[in-house]
């Protein structure tokens, strides 16, 4: 993509794209079980972020930014 479009892509796309899955994985486990104990709140923060690596890195990155 050139010129408009290719920036629109990298500055807010790419951006939607990452926080769809993040947004819906965080939503997920407190909908199922209400995280009571820090053990439960940094296991969810630790699979969101696992998450949105992923993510970004299957979704988001040419491969020239993957290098």
Known sequence: ???TLGYLW???ARV????IPVAGL???P????????LV???LEGALCM??????AWVLVLSP???R
């Not at 696992?50 to 993510?55: E, Q």
């Open 1 to 3: 993509m050139a010129g």
């Open 10 to 12: 990298r500055s807010y």
């Open 16 to 19: 939607v794209l990452l926080t």
């Open 26 to 28: 965080g939503g997920a």
């Open 30 to 37: 407190v909908w199922l079980a209400y995280p009571e104990s």
């Open 40 to 42: 439960m709140i940094l």
């Open 50 to 55: 696992a998450v949105f690596a992923a993510s």
């Open 64 to 66: 020239d930014e993957r």
